[in-house]
Antibody, heavy 121, light 110 residues
């Protein structure tokens, strides 16, 4: 059974960089046909798709966040990562990693439990 | 704010049926597949419906999905307390070039 688990800093200061990692078990990130996404949900707000990374390392980011987002993949550890720089309070959210079907993703079949990141001084 | 609009809440008695609408446009629902997710706070969102009307393995047939033009609908029959959760629709938006989610609907079992 595929499982995803987010980890990373839960508290980030304004203007600094948010860093999260998603560890994948039960499947290889090298599996074709899937994209690996980050999605977030600020308190009381809608889900927002951040972007995806493919096993080849190619990426696609939400245009609204593109200037601040970097995603990377570590095949040896079977995990992928998110960096979001110049954070503000508006970046406070629960961050999820998820496996997307196809490119661009048609749907997300597996999600992590999510991790809360708070931006505060 | 999301480009996919859902009612904030729906409710029904146990055993009854609820439907949740998801209204979009030709750049999203009108030309792309719709999926539906159940979300309980503190847990991983769960895929209920994909490709408009398909159920993943393990999802009971009392859940159904449909799409017409620029709107989609999730139906839940035989409602029980375990169905109390937030439900979201989602699809790719060709104009925004991003995956978009609906505004979310809270289901309450009376």
């Amino acid at each position: 059974q595929l499982q995803l688990q987010e980890s990373g800093s839960g508290l980030v200061k304004p203007s600094q960089t948010l860093s999260l990692t998603c560890a994948v078990s039960g499947d290889s990130l090298n599996s074709g046909g899937y994209s690996w996404s980050w999605i977030r949900q600020p308190p009381g707000k809608d889900l927002e798709w951040i972007g995806y990374i493919y096993h080849s390392g190619s990426t696609y980011y939400n245009p609204s966040l593109k200037s601040r987002v970097t995603m990377s993949i570590d095949r040896s550890k079977n995990q992928f990562s998110l960096k979001l720089n110049s954070v503000t309070a508006a970046d406070t959210a629960v961050y999820y990693c998820a496996r997307g079907e196809a490119l661009p993703p048609r749907y997300f079949g597996y999600w992590g439990q999510g991790t809360l990141v708070t931006v505060s001084s | 704010q999301s480009v996919l609009t859902q009612p904030p809440s729906v409710s029904a008695a146990p055993g009854q049926k609820v439907t949740i609408s998801c209204s979009g446009s030709s750049s999203n629902i009108g030309n792309n597949y719709v999926s539906w997710y159940q979300h309980l706070p503190g847990t991983a969102p769960k895929l209920l419906i994909y490709d408009n009307n398909k159920r993943p393995s393990g999802i009971p047939d009392r859940l159904s999905g449909s799409k017409s033009d620029t709107s989609a609908t999730l139906g839940i029959t035989g409602l029980h307390t375990g169905d109390e959760a937030d439900y979201y629709c989602g699809t790719w938006d060709t104009r925004l070039t991003t995956f978009v989610f609906g505004t979310g609907t809270k289901v309450t079992v009376l």
